[in-house]
């Protein structure tokens, strides 16, 4: 069972390239969603899904957007990089509103 | 307003016991989690709390305090195992988690 699968796992990119970071599960949960996590500070939630078909803005979704064509993958795209987009991103989902959140294994992801 | 809080890092010595901290401010309250996060790992789910008092689960318990904004997570018979970030987490009014920072938890032999 692989439950969810992000890839990369690591990318160095220059600024003012488009990025697409790739997620998807098999576990058939409706919710997904997108964090971005920082030394020193919380998860920060960039964009979720609650079904497929729909999307919502989190806490920090500039300079992201993400699109959800099907209930296995979310993918997380950044239009043009900048180096303040440097950062660890976890996909995750769940089953219901106050359910257990499973991760990915994080994509490391370093703008030049 | 809404905000959660728990010490930046602990250390604690490996067969003892340690108690994490978190302290939340929210209009609407709808359970309290906690995750661990070893280095370089994503977040695993530990629990999950809405009533007050201590859930037990093994060697780590959760206890919550709706009428004090407080939660704490109790680690017993430490192993080295168990150093890793702990992150609480509660949801807002939309069903998002905010979570704090983390704690970091050292264990010394």
């Known amino acids: 069972i692989a439950g969810i699968t992000q890839a990369p796992t690591s990318q160095i990119l220059a600024a003012g390239r488009r990025m697409t970071l790739r997620c998807t599960q098999d576990?058939?949960?409706?919710?997904m969603y997108w964090y971005r996590q920082d030394l020193g500070l919380g998860l920060r939630l960039i964009h979720y899904?609650?079904?497929?078909?729909?999307?919502g803005k989190g806490e920090v979704p500039d300079g992201y957007s993400v699109s959800r064509a099907n209930t296995d993958d979310f993918p997380l795209t950044l239009a043009s990089a900048v180096p303040s987009q440097t950062s660890v991103y976890f996909c995750?989902?769940?089953?219901?509103?106050?359910?257990?959140?499973?991760f990915g294994e994080g994509s490391r992801l370093t703008v030049l | 307003g809404q905000n959660i809080d728990q010490p930046t890092e602990m250390t604690a010595t490996e067969g003892a016991i340690v108690q994490i901290n978190c302290t939340y401010q929210?209009?609407?309250?709808?359970?309290l989690f906690w995750y661990q996060q070893h280095a370089g790992e994503a977040p695993t789910f530990l629990s999950y709390?809405?009533l007050d008092g201590l859930e037990e689960k093994g060697r780590f318990s959760s206890f919550l305090s709706r009428s004090k904004g407080y939660s704490y997570l109790l680690l017993k018979e430490l192993q080295m195992k168990d150093s890793a970030s702990y992150l609480c987490?509660?949801?807002?009014?939309?069903?998002?988690?905010?979570w704090g920072a983390g704690t970091k938890l050292i264990i010394k032999p």
């Open positions: 995750a989902s769940s089953d219901g509103d106050y359910g257990e959140l499973f």
């Open positions: 576990m058939r949960h409706n919710a």
């Open positions: 899904s609650n079904t497929a078909g729909t999307t």
């Open positions: 929210t209009s609407g309250f709808n359970g």
């Open positions: 709390n809405v």
């Open positions: 987490a509660f949801p807002d009014s939309n069903y998002q988690l905010i």
